[in-house]
């Protein structure tokens, strides 16, 4: 069964740098949404993404994050300056049609922790 | 503005017995919503889905939840646990015009004894 995939499963840096995730969604999908969890708390919305524009940000999504698929297989979320708060699981997702009522595919995560 | 609840943020029940996950949410809109299960490494997978049509809803691996506008609950259950249904469970709404943002409740983890 087709999966959506993510790399790294872990990543660890230090305040300040970027960092990058990477996810592989679902071949035949059209639509790309990032979701991040902090530790102890619910799953957030951050950004939905089709046809290569941001459909819908949260209000976290704020200037120093970014999302690109800067291929047709991988969608990325990049972290320009990360700040101690941005530690959290980061779930890459994805969906055929992009309605309300389509299901979306989850990642694995990836486990950003800022030092 | 939407919101997810789920009461109980760890529950316990042994083998066999019913499992039974609460959900309570707000929209002031019908809503869409749907349970999602996460095991250790994994990503979360879709249990079952409510968006129009009959109440009750059947997912898989034989849970199911039922629609309740009056009460604004979307509980789930399943008549028998079962080991491996020992898991994260995660209940999410939206709506039709949200273009798929998903609000989530902040997880039920069920532990099964045996």
């Known amino acids: 069964e087709p999966e959506v995939t993510q790399t790294p499963s872990h990543q660890v840096t230090q305040m300040g740098q970027e960092v990058i995730l990477r996810c592989v969604p679902i071949s035949n999908h059209l639509y790309f949404y990032w979701y991040r969890q902090i530790l102890g708390q619910k799953v957030e919305f951050l950004v939905s993404f089709y046809n290569n524009e941001i459909s819908e940000k949260s209000e976290i999504f704020d200037d120093q994050f970014s999302v690109e698929r800067p291929d047709g297989s991988n969608f990325t979320l990049k972290i320009r300056s990360t700040k101690l708060e941005d530690s959290a699981m980061y779930f890459c997702a994805s969906s055929a049609s992009g309605g309300a009522a389509d299901t979306q595919y989850f990642g694995p995560g990836t486990r950003l922790t800022v030092l | 503005a939407q919101s997810v609840t789920q009461l109980g943020s760890h529950v316990s029940v042994s083998e066999g017995a019913l499992v039974l996950l609460r959900c309570n949410y707000s929209s002031s809109v019908p809503p869409y919503l749907f349970w999602y299960v996460q095991y250790p490494n994994q990503g979360l997978q879709l249990l079952l889905k409510?968006?129009?049509?009959?109440?009750l809803v059947k997912g898989i691996n034989g849970f199911e939840a039922e629609f309740k506008k009056s009460e604004t609950s979307f509980h789930l259950t399943k008549p028998s646990a079962h080991m491996s249904d020992a898991a994260e469970y995660f209940c999410a709404v939206t709506r039709y015009n949200q273009g798929g943002k998903l609000i989530f409740g902040q997880g039920t983890e069920l532990s099964v004894k045996p």
């Open positions: 409510y968006t129009t049509g009959a109440t």
